[in-house]
């Protein structure tokens, strides 16, 4: 279900709006130093009638309990804004993608739109003092055969940029779609 009214999506959002709406599904996780992991995913992409995407995901626990978590048990949350500006010259469009982790980091993304694909590299990470340290990432989404897909690549920790999280999300609602 898309928060707040009916709104017409602005028109610079035309190279993302195959993103709109609800997306679920399950993905998978590790990182260097860690056990991988399988988690629940729900994305939400929706218009506000300004020139950004709002954007939620919201994961939880669906592995083998460990650490204290049960399945079902939330893991991460992340959200934002999506904006899109021209190309240069005949160039794609570019995106950029400001969120906000309640663990203590925010990241900047920015990078090309080319059809359904949306490939982006941190443009700036900031932490508070208590937050682990991560020093870029980088995320490609896109569909496949009608599903959202993506991958995340990252470098924390002094480690070297390497996958992190990966998944494949149904749409499960398309009401928000132009």
């Known amino acids: 279900m898309r928060p707040g009214p009916v709104v017409d999506l602005h028109p610079s959002l035309l190279p993302i709006a195959f993103l709109l709406g609800t997306w679920r599904g399950e993905g998978v996780g590790g990182y260097e130093g860690m056990d991988a992991f399988r988690y629940g995913q729900e994305v939400v992409f929706f218009g506000t009638g300004r020139p950004a995407l709002s954007y939620t995901s919201h994961t939880w626990w669906i592995s083998e ?24 010259g005949d160039g794609p469009p570019t995106v950029e993608v400001m969120l906000a982790h309640p663990f203590g980091i925010s990241e900047i993304y920015v990078g090309d739109v080319v059809g359904t694909r949306v490939e982006l590299r941190s443009n700036v990470v900031i932490r508070t003092a208590t937050a682990r340290r991560v020093d870029r990432s980088q995320r490609l989404y896109g569909l496949v055969e009608g599903d959202l897909a993506y991958a ?9 940029l390497q996958s992190h999280l990966s998944a494949r999300l149904q749409r499960v609602s398309a009401a928000d779609r132009p």
């Open 152 to 160: 995340i690549d990252m470098a924390a920790e002094g480690k070297p």
């Open 65 to 88: 309990p460990r650490d204290g978590r049960s399945e079902g048990s939330p893991l991460a949350t992340e959200t934002g804004f999506w904006r899109v500006q021209p190309g240069e």
